[in-house]
């Protein structure tokens, strides 16, 4: 069931969303060869704590770090370690923040240094797919049209969706 949020509560949400996007691009900033993954959590790890929120992540369901960091071909829900990124690596950072009661999260493909054509070619499915997706949020809509926009413009760049992993609620 969805409960509609006050306008304080959604103040609220936006406001662990703010924290969630500026750990993305902290870490965007420090995303190149030689870095490890550990090194991007600990990261994240000080930053959001510094805002005055707490990695919603670490310790659920005994999940050992802040953000989740899967580089090349690891799906999803990688967790940091002593990887060194390489030149032509993508890396996808997963994060989640919880901040005055509420949970913001979201995800992003970092590349690192020079990129294969068919990285590149993926990044690029992705963000037509997210777009087709945010296109389809409006009143009226069910969230199975999100989805649908997404799957379709996926398949059609030549890539599928991971079917047990398209998605959850935060609030």
């Keep these: 069931m969805i409960i509609r949020k006050s306008a304080e509560e959604i103040e609220r949400m936006a406001r662990a969303g703010a924290v969630v996007a500026d750990v993305l691009a902290l870490i965007g900033e420090r995303t ?5 993954t550990e090194e991007l959590d600990a990261l994240a790890d000080e930053f959001i704590r510094a805002q005055g929120g707490e990695p919603t992540f ?7 770090a802040s953000i989740c960091a899967s580089p090349n071909d690891m799906v999803v829900h990688g967790i940091p370690g002593p990887y060194g990124l390489q030149d032509g690596d993508i890396l996808s950072v997963d994060v989640g923040v919880t901040l005055e009661g509420f949970v ?32 389809q949020c409006r009143s009226g809509n069910r969230l199975s049209d999100i989805s649908h926009a997404i799957q379709t413009v996926t398949e059609e760049n030549g ?5 047990s992993l398209v998605g959850h609620g935060v609030g």
Aim: proline share 4%.
């Design 32 to 36: 190149h060869p030689g870095v490890t």
């Design 58 to 64: 670490k310790g659920y369901r005994g999940y050992p």
């Design 159 to 163: 890539f599928s969706v991971v079917r």
């Design 104 to 135: 913001a999260d979201s995800a992003y493909t970092f590349q690192v240094g020079q990129i294969s054509a068919e990285a590149e070619r993926l990044l690029e499915a992705c963000q037509a797919a997210l777009a087709a997706g945010i296109a």
